[in-house]
Structures are given as C-alpha cells and as structure tokens.
C-alpha cells in the first residue's frame, strides 16, 4: 500500500531521530546534535507565540505543527539532567513516545493538506466530458477601496445577487454594520431582474428587513435607469429604531402606514400647562383630505378613544392631533361673567372643544336675533346650558321671558332672572301669543330716523330691545292636548319672522324628531337661525339625532363614552379576593357636541353653581318690554297674568248653553290669539289620535 510522500519521510523522519534524541544527551556532554535540538525547540516556541497572537483562522493547527520541536528539546534537557539513561531507561522510553505520537498524529504532514486524498482502494473514475464552465460575474479590477473589495468578496460569496456587480460599498458614520451599496447588472444593456431582500440579506447575515432596494436616478457623471440599483443595509440603524425610535421615525412606522395614511410628522408640541401634547403633520396636497383611523391611531398612541383623550381637527391637508393627560371632557369649567358676557360681534364662551379652544355661541347674527335650540335627555346638562344663554342675552341687554311645561329647582331660578317667567303649556300659548303680536307691533315702530328697518344691533336708533323666549320643555307642550297645536303653529311662526323684529326662539327639550313633535320647518329654521347644542345623546340615537339636523353622514360623530374618567387597575386583583367593581362615575353631564357649521365638535359647557347662588351671572336690572309695546300689547289683551286660568273667550266665543262646556282649544282667537287646536297634520302619535277623536266628538 502506498502513502503519500510527505507522510512518508515525517515518518522516516520520526524513527531515525528518536535514537539519536536519546542517545546524544547521555554519550556526548556538548553534542551539537542537543544545540540543534535546543534551537528547534526555541524555534517550536516562538511558533507557539506567533499562532496564539494570530487573529487568522487555524491558529490550533499552527501550534499542533510546532508541538514536536519543542517536544524534543524537553527530552533532550529533561535526558541531561537524569544519572545515565534515567530510571527504568526514562531517556529511551521517552525518546520512543515522542516517535510513536509523530508516527500516528504526522502533525507536519497532515495538517498541510487542505483536502484529504481519496480512497486507494477506490477505482479510478472514468474519464466524463466536462461541461463548459458559466461565465464568471467576477468584480472589475478598477482600483476600489478595501472596503469595496470586501463587500465584494462577500457579494461573490453569496452568489452574485440579481446577476449585479459592486461599484461602490460606503460605511456609515457610527455603525460599524450599516452600509449601502451601488450595482449595475453584470452584463452591459441588461436590466436588473430577480434582485431580492432576502438573497442580499443572506450574503451579508441579516434580516431582509435590514436591507432596502431603491432605484438609481441618473446624475452628471453616473448612468441610472433599470441597470443601476441602491441597496441600503442597516441592521445596527433598524435595532435603534425599534428601540430608540425619533419622532419622526415613530411617525412613519407607527401612524403614516395606518391610521393617518400618507402623512408626515412636522412637530411636536408640549403644553405642559394644560398638559396636553399636540401632534401636526400633513398629507400631500394631491392626496386629498387626510383620512384618519381614530382607533388605529388612539391604540399607536397607546389610549383608548372611548376614553376622551384624543382628539383630531383636521385643517386642509393639515392634521393636529391632541393627547391629554387627562380627558379635558372631565373637567370642570366653572363659569364666570366675563366668558358670559357677548362681545361686540355677539359672540360669547359657551364651555370648551375637547381640543382646548373655547367653543362660542351668540346672541344675534347678521340675519337678525339668534335662535335657540338645545337637546338633551334627562341629567344631561340642558338647565344647566339654558341658564349660560339667558346670563349671556341678559348680560347682552336683552329682554328675557322664560316658560317651561314642569317646574324644577334651577328653572325657578332662572325665572328671577327673566321679565316674565311661568309654568305649563297654557302660559307658553300665551307667551307664543305675545311673540307673534310684538312681530307685529314693532314692525310698525319709527326708529330715530322716522323710517321702519329690520332689527341690527349695530345700527343706531332701534326703539326697542332684543327678546329672548326660552321654552323648556318645549315637546311635552307642543303634545298637548288642548294648547299643543297651536303651540307649535306659533313656534313655526316666530321661528320663521321673530329674528327680523330681534324676537329669537329658544326651544329646549330632549329630541328634534319630526315623529315626536317637532316639524320640519321648525326644526329648519332653528337649525338655520342658531348653533345647535347637543348634549348626552343615547349612542343609538346619535345617528338619527345629527341626521334630524342636516349633519352629513361623513360627518355624524362617534357616540360620547359612558364615563370619562379612567378606570381603575387591579380588577383582577378584586376578581381574586371576590370585591365588588367601584361604581362608574358618569361624569358626562354638560358633555356634548356644538354645531356651528357642518361638522359637529366635542365640547364641555361651562358649569353654573346654581347651590352658591346665580345672581352674579346677570346684571342688577332686568330687562323690560317698552311702555309702548305693553300698552300695545294690553290693547290686545294679551298682556296680563298668564297664570290665571283661561279668560271667558280668549280661545274663541264662548257657548250659548250651559251644558256645553267651553273648549279651551277651539274657536277663534282675538288679536294675537291662537288657532284651532286640532290639525290632522300634528296627529304623530296614538294618544294624540285619541284627543283628537275626543275633540271631534265633543266626549
């Protein structure tokens, strides 16, 4: 059996040094062969040092090949220093082993060959054709830096990605891995096809999202186009900005790709007296209006949106997005008389957007007197909200007259307030009444100038004031059996024409649908002539309620939470000691939305203390009709107490029999009277059927 040559003569080697290691030491005191041995010992050593400092793969192997040297030059001290041979003839048993372990590790021999040889026993292989070798994509030699020609070794490493060439590699500044890459395909006038994350991501060990492929714009100087790719490489900036992320690069991962899309960050501001953080970003003008995932982007903000933090105001393509510490929903906005008080344009603070601006209404417009109209269910605020307009008209200098179907508490006190002031259905028909009748007194009315005009708080000379009617309650009048009809006839009247004579309507009540009493033209014409308050609607109800008030769908707003202060932690903790849930603080009274134009906005009013007493709200005096428009008004004999129970013929002529008993709702009314109750028109429900049946028959 044959052996490869180097294996051979190590072996020779090995058998004819080990009698001369162990005889030299003990027949020749100053043999040259120890100095020999000596040297190649030191030589082994420094081998050993060179191999261990080496950054170079195979420093194991380096050291393995040195071993017998300095293997030897042990022996040969360790046999001077022994009596003779040693005992049991040490120098010659060690001698032999040094042989035996080269004979069968053959450190020199073995290590130097990179492949091991094939099997002697196995039969030569037949002669094959070979097949013609692919053309090489290899690196054009065009003098690039060593970190071109590394990134270029592991380009062909990794097998020549998309059949592409290295022009240049460039390291970033601070990170020792992030670099980017210009290719051009390997062959001339071929577009770069099949380039793929992942084979780049491969040839450099990183994640595919760590690699970026962009196209390559042609400059002076540079060819681009389909032939030419960028390739980005970051894996140390990707970790960053997972961990550490900027504003801006928050903004792109978390809000631009989802729930704001398209859009970009452009500041960030801290109000850390209101503690409030606002966002502004934008979309590109072509994009159209920014369209905005409230709940995508109130879970990347890490809050709820039912939670009354976050709140987004849309400018153009212009987005600000606000995050409160706290919902500002559940604060309290006490109120005072200068937020109360109209400026010169009419304008006065009715409470607070969510968004912190302070959400206005008025007490007139450039059509004449402002009308009211105020919804909201039981506890939801309205008394509260009506009490802030008539501080704000009297303040104005207005004539106030309040009247509402039931008393209450606050109502009552409100009415100390106002020039005239009552309870019950029939005194709103009376009050209505004198509404209709002053329209037509003071359209008669000379101002200074000697001419009639239509009322202008601005223009100088009016001889009359502004009037405000309050109507709470309003629906549970108008249904009314015997004075509902004529109610609402009147309301649709005033509501119509009282703003051009500066008499505005201001209906409250806890729904403006059509099927529950309201009309159309009224519900129009207050809609028109006011900004609508709206205040803790049911959510099913939101819908239809901002339909009812001409809201575009795109428009209608998501229903107010059930509670806008946060819940507590640590249910899971009173789940496991079997304690009830604290109670749910529904603190959303006076919460609601404002409508001035076509989008309603989220406010909270200003709250009145009505327990610590309202008088200072208004002024000292209160506001009267002119002796005038009373005399007027009294010639009329509509001007009188409204409480009194109905008049002989004030609603029609009265009977000639005395068992035919009068009908308050019936006949004709005299001067600024009403009309008859019964209207086949106003029957929306069953029970008002019923009256109507009852009216007919005389039951």
Same mark, same amino acid.
């Given at each position: 059996?044959?052996?490869?040559?180097?294996?051979?003569?190590?072996?020779?080697?090995?058998?004819?040094?080990?009698?001369?290691?162990?005889?030299? $030491?003990?027949?020749?005191?100053?043999?040259?062969?120890?100095?020999?041995?000596?040297?190649?010992?030191?030589?082994?050593?420094?081998?050993?040092?060179?191999?261990?400092?080496?950054?170079?793969?195979?420093?194991?192997?380096?050291?393995?090949?040195?071993?017998?040297?300095?293997?030897?030059?042990?022996? @040969?001290?360790?046999?001077?220093? %022994?009596?003779?041979?040693?005992?049991?003839?040490?120098?010659?048993?060690?001698?032999?082993?040094? /042989?035996?372990?080269?004979?069968?590790?053959?450190? =020199?021999?073995?290590?130097?060959?990179?492949?091991?040889?094939?099997?002697?026993?196995?039969?030569?292989?037949?002669?094959?054709?070979?097949?013609?070798?692919?053309?090489?994509?290899?690196?054009? &030699?065009?003098?690039?830096?060593? =970190?071109?020609?590394?990134?270029?070794?592991?380009? *062909?490493?990794?097998?020549?990605?998309?059949?592409?060439?290295?022009?240049?590699?460039?390291?970033?500044?601070?990170?020792?891995? &992030?670099?980017?890459?210009?290719?051009?395909?390997?062959?001339?006038?071929? /577009?770069?096809?099949?380039?793929?994350?992942?084979?780049?991501?491969?040839?450099?060990?990183? &994640? /595919? %999202?760590?690699?970026?492929?962009?196209?390559?714009?042609?400059?002076?100087?540079?060819?681009?186009?389909?032939?030419?790719?960028?390739?980005?490489v970051t894996p140390d900036a990707n970790d960053r900005r997972r961990k550490a992320p900027t504003t801006h690069e928050w903004w792109a991962d978390r809000i631009a790709g989802g729930s704001l899309p398209g859009s970009e960050f452009i500041k960030k501001i801290r109000d850390h007296e209101r503690k409030v953080t606002h966002y502004i970003a934008q979309v590109p003008a072509e994009a159209g209006e920014p369209r905005v995932n409230k709940y995508a982007l109130a879970a990347a903000l890490k809050t709820k949106y039912d939670e009354g933090r976050l =709140?987004?105001?849309?400018?153009?393509?212009?987005?600000?997005?606000? !995050?409160?510490?706290?919902?500002?929903?559940?604060?309290?906005?006490?109120?005072?008389?200068?937020?109360?008080?109209?400026?010169?344009?009419?304008?006065?603070?009715?409470?607070?957007?969510?968004?912190?601006?302070?959400?206005?209404?008025?007490?007139?417009?450039?059509?004449?007197?402002?009308?009211?109209?105020?919804?909201?269910?039981?506890?939801?605020?309205?008394?509260?909200?009506?009490?802030?307009?008539?501080?704000?008209?009297?303040?104005?200098?207005?004539?106030?007259?309040?009247?509402?179907?039931? $008393? *209450?508490?606050?109502?009552?006190?409100?009415?100390?307030?106002?020039?005239?002031?009552?309870?019950?259905?029939?005194?709103?028909?009376?009050? !209505?009444?004198?509404?209709?009748?002053?329209?037509?007194? +003071?359209?008669?009315?000379?101002?200074?100038?000697?001419?009639?005009?239509?009322?202008?708080?601005?223009?100088?000379?009016?001889?009359?004031?502004?009037?405000?009617?309050?109507?709470?309650? #309003?629906?549970?009048?108008?249904?009314?059996?015997?004075?509902?009809?004529?109610?609402?006839?009147?309301?649709?009247?005033?509501?119509?024409?009282?703003?051009?004579?500066?008499?505005?309507?201001?209906?409250?009540?806890?729904?403006?649908?059509?099927?529950?009493? #309201?009309?159309?033209?009224?519900?129009?014409?207050?809609?028109?002539?006011?900004?609508?308050?709206?205040?803790?609607?049911?959510?099913?109800?939101?819908?239809?309620?901002?339909?009812?008030?001409?809201?575009?769908?795109?428009?209608?707003?998501?229903?107010?939470?059930?509670?806008?202060?946060?819940?507590?932690?640590?249910?899971?903790? +009173?789940?496991?000691?079997?304690?009830?849930?604290?109670?749910?603080?529904?603190?959303?009274?006076?919460?609601?939305?404002?409508?001035?134009?076509?989008?309603? @906005?989220?406010?909270? %009013?200003?709250?009145?203390?009505?327990?610590?007493?309202? *008088?200072?709200?208004?002024?000292?005096?209160?506001?009267?009709?002119?002796?005038?428009?009373?005399?007027?008004?009294?010639?009329? &004999?509509?001007?009188? *107490?409204?409480?009194?129970?109905?008049?002989?013929?004030?609603?029609?002529?009265?009977?000639?029999?005395?068992?035919?008993?009068?009908?308050?709702?019936?006949?004709?009314?005299?001067?600024?009277?009403?009309?008859?109750?019964?209207?086949?028109?106003?029957?929306?429900?069953?029970?008002?059927?019923?009256?109507?049946?009852?009216?007919?028959?005389?039951?």
């Amino acid at each position: 059996m044959s052996v490869p040559r180097s294996v051979a003569l190590e072996r020779t080697f090995y058998i004819l040094a080990a009698p001369a290691l162990a005889a030299a $030491p003990n027949l020749f005191a100053d043999s040259p062969v120890s100095t020999v041995v000596h040297l190649a010992g030191v030589a082994g050593v420094g081998g050993w040092v060179l191999a261990a400092k080496s950054d170079d793969a195979g420093a194991g192997r380096k050291i393995l090949r040195w071993s017998p040297l300095v293997a030897a030059a042990a022996i @040969d001290i360790a046999a001077r220093n %022994t009596i003779g041979w040693g005992p049991w003839c040490l120098d010659g048993i060690l001698a032999a082993g040094w /042989a035996t372990a080269g004979l069968l590790v053959l450190p =020199f021999s073995r290590h130097t060959r990179r492949r091991h040889r094939p099997a002697l026993a196995a039969p030569a292989p037949a002669p094959q054709l070979q097949a013609a070798p692919e053309p090489s994509l290899a690196q054009p &030699d065009d003098g690039a830096d060593a =970190f071109t020609l590394q990134v270029r070794a592991l380009w *062909d490493t990794g097998g020549t990605p998309g059949r592409t060439i290295v022009v240049k590699a460039t390291p970033y500044d601070g990170t020792p891995n &992030d670099l980017s890459l210009l290719l051009r395909a390997s062959e001339a006038g071929r /577009a770069i096809s099949g380039l793929r994350e992942d084979d780049i991501a491969a040839a450099f060990g990183v &994640d /595919a %999202t760590d690699v970026t492929i962009r196209e390559v714009v042609r400059q002076h100087g540079r060819e681009g186009g389909p032939a030419w790719r960028e390739v980005h490489v970051t894996p140390d900036a990707n970790d960053r900005r997972r961990k550490a992320p900027t504003t801006h690069e928050w903004w792109a991962d978390r809000i631009a790709g989802g729930s704001l899309p398209g859009s970009e960050f452009i500041k960030k501001i801290r109000d850390h007296e209101r503690k409030v953080t606002h966002y502004i970003a934008q979309v590109p003008a072509e994009a159209g209006e920014p369209r905005v995932n409230k709940y995508a982007l109130a879970a990347a903000l890490k809050t709820k949106y039912d939670e009354g933090r976050l =709140f987004v105001t849309v400018d153009g393509n212009q987005v600000l997005v606000s !995050l409160w510490d706290s919902s500002p929903l559940a604060q309290v906005f006490p109120a005072t008389r200068e937020l109360l008080t109209p400026d010169k344009n009419g304008r006065w603070v009715t409470g607070f957007l969510g968004n912190g601006q302070p959400a206005r209404n008025r007490v007139y417009t450039d059509r004449g007197a402002a009308h009211g109209l105020f919804v909201a269910p039981s506890g939801g605020g309205k008394t509260q909200l009506m009490g802030l307009h008539v501080a704000a008209d009297a303040l104005f200098g207005a004539v106030v007259m309040l009247t509402t179907e039931a $008393p *209450d508490e606050k109502t009552a006190a409100l009415g100390k307030h106002a020039a005239r002031y009552g309870v019950g259905a029939l005194y709103m028909l009376r009050l !209505l009444r004198v509404l209709v009748a002053l329209m037509e007194i +003071r359209g008669e009315m000379p101002w200074q100038d000697g001419q009639v005009h239509e009322w202008d708080p601005i223009r100088p000379g009016c001889p009359y004031r502004m009037l405000s009617a309050y109507l709470d309650e #309003f629906l549970s009048a108008a249904r009314n059996g015997d004075y509902g009809a004529e109610i609402m006839d009147l309301a649709e009247l005033v509501s119509v024409k009282g703003r051009k004579y500066a008499v505005g309507l201001k209906v409250a009540g806890q729904s403006i649908y059509v099927q529950d009493g #309201f009309t159309q033209l009224l519900c129009e014409n207050l809609r028109e002539n006011c900004i609508p308050v709206v205040l803790k609607v049911a959510p099913k109800k939101v819908g239809e309620m901002f339909k009812a008030l001409g809201i575009p769908s795109e428009h209608i707003p998501d229903p107010l939470p059930r509670s806008f202060s946060p819940a507590e932690q640590g249910r899971i903790e +009173r789940v496991m000691r079997g304690e009830p849930e604290p109670p749910s603080d529904s603190n959303t009274g006076g919460a609601g939305w404002i409508v001035e134009g076509t989008q309603p @906005d989220v406010l909270r %009013t200003l709250f009145m203390d009505f327990k610590a007493g309202i *008088d200072g709200y208004f002024p000292d005096m209160v506001a009267t009709l002119t002796d005038y428009e009373i005399r007027e008004l009294e010639a009329r &004999d509509l001007w009188f *107490d409204w409480t009194e129970p109905p008049r002989p013929g004030e609603f029609g002529p009265e009977p000639d029999g005395e068992d035919d008993a009068p009908k308050k709702s019936g006949g004709k009314r005299r001067s600024g009277g009403g009309k008859p109750t019964a209207r086949r028109d106003t029957v929306t429900s069953p029970r008002q059927a019923l009256e109507a049946i009852k009216n007919l028959s005389g039951v």
